[in-house]
């Protein structure tokens, strides 16, 4: 179990590598959700888990699909 304030985020990284989808498709999903459920609290932590799919490949263009692709996508997910 959780502590009350660490809400558990799980989300699929389209192209991650790129700042511009990591803000429009990861993180802006996220804080709207966030948001529209009033947990958006400075004493909130996330708990951000990137689901990779079962086969290790991901769909086209996710930071999956490729090996060079995973790497940029965790260095970008580390910033």
Known sequence: ELPSNVVMVPFHSMNGANPGHLIWD???P???????YQLNHHDV??????Y???????LWAS???KDEKRELCEKMHKK
């Open 45 to 50: 932590e996330l708990l951000m888990m990137r």
């Open 30 to 36: 996220v804080y709207t959700l966030l948001t529209m």
């Open 52 to 58: 990779v799919l079962k086969d290790g490949r991901g």
């Open 26 to 28: 990861d993180f802006l």
């Open 63 to 65: 930071c999956d699909f």
